[in-house]
């Protein structure tokens, strides 16, 4: 009889067989720099017995850091590559536990009830665990899933005590403004989740817990996890607020509080750098195909010279409008934030859907929110809350532009029909997608705090859930679309519209990669520090291959 190992060995011979060594010396991979991962790890979590907090604070060792293996960062190698690679630690459980707790022991009374004893009940551990969530920034489908399976997975797989809901982002930390000095009444009062809170809310769009815009107060929201003696604050947002969740991480190890705090990141223009793709994107794709169809519809079905026009989100990158139109393979033109628009000429985007008109009697036309603002006179104002300037209305405008070609210019007729489903796109609720996803960034989130891992983001990475400290995933955030790159040329190939050389300015606006020297700039502008395009070394590393596409 053939042993196990003679077929495991059997098995590997077979499956080399279809690979050959190769002598490239660009495809060598000779070092790799690890993203190390801060942590509160201490002498006690040696000893799990032990569950006093202590301030002896340190690093956790890397052995119990990477016992769920390295992703590799830089798995695509071109010629030119250093022999270096970078990776993150991969996401999932680990021990020994940081925090601990155990379930209570339920004992049944004579009269059916029952009752909890209470010296085995973790609820009267020195150190309970208690956490809290909170959601900041725009809304996002997939935002109830993400605070639900956080939820869930805290009370059912480590026992947590208590799990609160912040209402309204950061705001939902300050205290209210009165007279009393005293006052220690919230702006919004905290929600005390539990499993039948949240049990439903993965059915619905937006926040359960509301969200907001700034409203920061480090001071405030020491204050709040103190009094309520929290040991995992989890918080999902953009970079804007993880860049503000950094800030609380730095307040709790100035005062040497033992608070683990992580955040998952989300946006719905999937412009943070470094993940795979931020959850929710891929029901924002499906929710605008609805307004698409619409416009294809409307456009198709009126005459003479019908054209839609759909405004999609998206300030400074074009991914939601660029994957709606290839998901709908009935756009004629996509105008995105990284393309400059010409609007006339051998170029020009008029002609070309004059064109389209002409040849099928109908366009139409996705314009991303925060494309083409150079053509229109910029004021000062900004948006309330983010502080970001305050985008002129580009697709408007472009329709106006339409309207003016066709029936001023060629004489000729048009039936506009204009949509703005922007925020329709991000009120839906997860599809199957996303909602896997999401469970998946919220049980390894725990998992990471719980091992006393902190200052650290969850995100997926070439297919694998890591650790990502934060410093980094927002020090070349938020990143753009490749005008170069496979998507682009993917949706040239859909429209057969004009591809306008780009200006050097252009250029430099929209390449966010590791190795820019504007994203460089920007690293050391930022009170994070550190930079995503260079090692310790200072080894420097190509731009990232595009996000979400294979």
Known sequence: ????????????????????????????????????????????????????????????????QSDQGLVLVDTIRKPGMPNQSRAFYRAGPRYPLHF???????????????????????????????????????????????????????????????????????????????????????????????????????????????????????????????????????????????????????????????????GIPKTIDNDIDYIDRSFGFYSAIEAAQASIRTALVEARCTLPNGVGVVKIMGRSAGFLAAFAALRSGDVDAVLVPEVPIQLRGPNGILPHIFRRVQEKQHAVVVVAEGA??????????????????????????????????????????VRMKYLDPSYSVRSVPANATDSLYCTQLAHNAVHGCMSGLTGFSCGMVNNRTVYIPIPQLVATSPRSMDPNGPIWDRILAMTGQPNPSQPAAALSKVNHSPTSTNDKDRAQETPLGGT??????????????EPTVH
């Not at 003679?6 to 080399?16: G, L, V």
């Not at 690890?34 to 002896?56: I, K």
């Not at 603002?373 to 209305?393: I, R, Y």
């Open 100 to 262: 601990q707790s155990k379930p209570p022991i339920i004992s049944k009374k004579e009269d059916g009830g029952e009752t909890v004893d209470k010296e085995n009940d973790d609820h009267d551990n020195p150190q309970p665990l208690n956490a809290a969530i909170v959601t900041a920034g725009g809304l996002c489908p997939g935002l109830n899933n993400v605070v639900r399976e956080l939820t869930l997975f805290l009370y059912h797989r480590y026992h947590a005590h208590q799990v609160w809901g912040v209402r309204g982002g950061w705001n939902g930390f300050l205290k209210k403004k009165t007279s009393d000095n005293d006052n220690n009444q919230l702006q919004y009062e905290p929600i005390l989740l539990t499993p039948e809170w949240v049990n439903n809310i993965h059915h619905q769009g937006g926040s359960a817990l509301q969200t907001s815009r700034g409203g920061l107060d480090e001071t405030q929201v020491l204050q709040f996890l103190q009094q309520r003696n929290i040991s995992h604050l989890y918080i999902i947002g953009g970079d804007g607020t993880h860049r503000a969740a950094y800030k609380v991480h730095q307040a709790c190890r100035a005062q040497n509080l033992n608070i683990a705090i992580a």
């Open 1 to 64: 009889m053939t042993s196990h190992s003679e077929n495991d060995n059997d098995s590997t011979t077979a499956n080399t067989n279809f690979f050959a060594p190769t002598s490239l010396d660009f495809a060598a991979c000779h070092q790799v720099f690890v993203a190390e991962v801060e942590s509160l790890y201490n002498s006690n979590d040696n000893n799990p017995g032990d569950t006093a907090p202590t301030s002896d604070f340190s690093a956790k060792p890397q052995q119990q």
């Open 372 to 413: 083409g603002q150079d053509l229109l006179e910029q004021t000062q104002e900004t948006e309330a809350g983010s502080g970001n300037p305050k985008l002129m209305p580009i697709a408007e405008y472009i329709r106006d532009q339409i309207i003016h070609y066709f029936q001023v210019e060629q004489g000729q007729q």
């Open 532 to 545: 995503a395009s260079t090692t310790s070394v200072g080894t420097s590393f190509p731009k990232l291959p």
